[in-house]
C-alpha cells in the first residue's frame, strides 16, 4: 500500500466532483475554476482540468458559450446543463453521507 | 543577439527565443500523445493551447516583446508535464510508458555520406558501422545497396532541430535531455568557430 497512490485515487474521485461544484455557482471561464481549485488545493498542475472538462462536456454535464475578450480570442465560458445539475445533486447527497460515514466510524 | 522564431499558439502570434521554441514545441508534442487515446484529444490540445497563449501574453510588456526560455518553462511549471498531470489526476504511470517515440531520420552530426547508416542506427541503438558494413556488402554484387541508400537518402528527412535529434535517439522527451542537447550543439558551434 503506497499512501501517496492512495492519495491520488481520492483526489481523483472528488475533481469531478469539484468542477461541477464550482462551475454550478456561476458559469466560468476555464482559468477561474483553475484558481478555484488552486486555491482550494484540489489540484496541483492547470493540464489536469482540460481533459475531465471535455470528458465532462462530452457526457452531458456541461456545455460551453463563446464569449469575446477584450485581450485575446474569444474563451470557452463552460456551464451545467439539466443532466449536470441532477448528476451534482446526486455527488451532493453521496458526499454527505460518506462524510456521515467517516465521521461515525472516526468517532466511535 | 538571439534568433526569434514567430509562432502562432491559440490564434495568438509571439515572437519567441529559437530555444524557447524548442522547449515548447517538445513539451506540446509530449501532451499531445499523453491525450492521444482521449476520444477528443483535438479539443482538449486547443484549449490547453489557448491557455499557453494566455499564460504567455501576460508575461509580455512593452519593454518585454520576447517570450524567453524562462517564461516557456514557467508555463510548463503551471500547466504540468503528462508526468504531473497523470499524478494530479490519480491515473498512474502506466500511460507515459508509451510516450517515448521514436522517428528515423539521418544523422547530420554522425554521417560519413548523407547520415542514413547513422541515423538506422540510432534508430536501432547499435553501432553505424554496422549498418555502414552491411550497406557495403549488399552493395558488391550489383549495386542493389547503392540504390537503397540513394532512396533513403531522398526519403529520410534530415534532423536538424534539437527536438528532431531527440526524437531520433528515441530517448524519452523532456525538459532534461533538451538542456543536455542543447548545451552539446552550443558546445559544436563554438567548437566550429574555434570560440
Not at chain 2, 527536438?163 to 522527451?173: N, S, W, Y
Not at chain 2, 532534461?176 to 552539446?184: A, E, F, G
Amino acid at each position: 500500500m503506497n499512501v501517496e497512490n492512495n492519495k491520488a485515487q481520492m483526489r481523483k474521485g472528488i475533481l469531478e466532483y469539484c468542477i461541477l461544484l464550482v462551475i454550478s455557482g456561476n458559469s466560468c471561464y476555464a482559468s477561474d475554476i483553475i484558481k478555484k481549485l488552486k486555491e482550494a488545493r484540489v489540484i496541483v498542475v492547470e493540464g489536469t482540468l482540460y481533459p475531465l472538462l471535455t470528458r465532462q462536456k462530452n457526457s452531458g454535464l456541461l456545455s460551453y458559450r463563446w464569449e469575446e475578450s477584450s485581450q485575446g480570442p474569444p474563451r470557452k465560458y463552460y456551464e451545467l446543463t439539466d443532466k449536470g445539475r441532477e448528476y451534482l445533486s446526486e455527488l451532493d447527497k453521496s458526499w454527505d453521507e460518506l462524510v456521515e460515514s467517516v465521521k461515525f466510524i472516526r468517532e466511535k | 543577439m538571439k534568433i526569434t522564431v514567430s509562432i502562432n499558439i491559440g490564434g495568438m502570434a509571439f515572437h519567441i527565443d529559437e530555444d524557447a521554441y524548442a522547449e515548447l514545441k517538445v513539451y506540446l508534442r509530449s501532451l499531445d500523445r499523453y491525450f492521444a487515446r482521449e476520444s477528443s484529444s483535438a479539443e482538449i490540445m486547443a484549449d490547453i493551447e489557448a491557455r499557453v497563449a494566455d499564460l504567455l501574453k501576460s508575461r509580455l510588456s512593452d519593454n518585454k516583446q520576447v517570450i524567453t526560455i524562462v517564461d516557456v518553462r514557467e508555463v510548463i511549471t503551471i500547466l504540468g508535464t503528462p508526468e504531473d498531470i497523470s499524478d494530479d489526476s490519480g491515473t498512474g504511470h502506466d500511460r507515459l510508458a508509451s510516450t517515448v517515440y521514436r522517428r528515423m531520420y539521418r544523422d547530420p552530426d554522425n554521417r560519413i555520406i548523407a547520415g542514413v547508416s547513422s541515423g538506422m542506427a540510432a534508430y536501432w541503438r547499435i553501432d553505424p558501422w554496422i549498418v555502414r558494413v552491411i550497406f557495403i556488402i549488399i552493395s558488391l554484387p550489383g549495386g542493389l545497396g547503392i540504390l537503397i541508400y540513394l532512396i533513403l537518402w531522398i526519403v529520410l528527412p534530415e534532423a536538424k532541430t534539437t527536438a528532431q535529434k531527440i526524437e531520433m535517439k528515441g530517448d524519452p522527451v523532456n525538459i532534461h535531455n533538451i538542456k543536455d542537447s542543447v548545451r552539446q550543439e552550443f558546445d559544436n558551434v563554438k567548437d566550429k568557430m574555434n570560440l
